[in-house]
């Protein structure tokens, strides 16, 4: 069942609708240093994810179904038919299932620092989500930040770190939890054949969460796709190498006759 995600919109109010959706822990403002760039030419569209930021936290577990249905809900919400969609990790998760099953919905699809198959040992999700429920996702947050950069930035802008950490720690367990759920039980690579958006896939080089190899084989199984590997990256690649991430963007979606 679906629910009313929160949301902002920003851009021209006649350009192509491009949706952004983040990463599990996250917050719509992870999209912050797309912002210049895409409200140029996009009437940009981000969201909390529910369990999330200041979306509805339903009890767990959730579904990438249920993750999916949030959106279309969205922009059936927003009276749009048709957008370009950009997700990282867990949203780029939720774009796979959207133009698998709501192809007529998706124009091109941005596929970030993700994985068609749950990233990681059963086991360590299982654990991560057994400490979440006995000490909550403060009790997650450091190890997880420690995957969405690269050492080397970690080491330059300690504050970046710290409020990715708290962005983590202020995340509800339930829809933390609720959103592990998703990614344990998902399997998208049935359905990537089926998709016919026009496809960029972005793997950080040092991601360890979603590796490049990770990347390949989504791009190896969607017809229309197109593989990007970015070097001084880790799982947070919009955040650390914006301008890299931005010019991908926008040279993608740019693409689209609806863009021109
Ligand atoms: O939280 C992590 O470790 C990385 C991640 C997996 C899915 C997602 O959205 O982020």
Redesign the pocket.
């Known amino acids: 069942m679906s629910v009313d995600v929160h949301y902002t919109v920003d851009g021209p109010e006649d350009g192509p609708v491009v949706v952004l959706s983040g990463?599990?822990?996250s917050r719509l403002d992870m999209w912050d240093p797309q912002m210049a760039g895409l409200t140029g030419r996009f009437r940009v569209v981000r969201y909390d994810l529910r369990g999330h930021g200041s979306s509805p936290v339903p009890p767990a577990p959730y579904t990438m179904a249920d993750l999916g249905s949030d959106v279309l809900r969205l922009l059936d919400r927003l009276k749009v038919e048709r957008a370009h969609f950009a997700g990282?990790?867990?949203?780029g998760m939720t774009g796979m299932w959207l133009a698998a099953n709501a192809p007529e919905r998706i124009d091109r699809l941005a596929l970030l620092c993700t994985s068609a198959t749950p990233?990681g040992t059963p086991e360590a999700w299982e654990e991560r989500i057994r400490t979440v429920r006995t000490q909550g996702t403060a009790a997650i947050a450091p190890t997880?930040v420690s995957?969405w950069f690269t050492p080397a930035y970690a080491e330059r802008d300690p504050e970046t770190v710290s409020l990715f950490i708290d962005m983590i720690a202020n995340t509800p367990d339930e829809g933390y939890v609720g959103c592990c759920n998703a990614?344990q039980t998902m399997d998208l690579l049935p359905g990537l054949p089926s998709i016919t958006a026009p496809t960029l896939v972005v793997a950080g080089k040092l991601d360890p969460?979603?590796p490049p190899e990770h990347a390949e084989l989504i791009a190896s199984r969607i017809p229309n796709a197109r593989m990007e590997v970015i070097p001084d990256a880790a799982?947070l690649a919009s955040w650390e190498q914006a301008t890299f991430v931005n010019e991908l963007l926008l040279d993608h979606f740019g693409r689209s006759s609806a863009a021109a």
């Open positions: 990463s599990l822990g990282l990790s867990i949203g990233p997880v995957r990614i969460t979603s799982h």
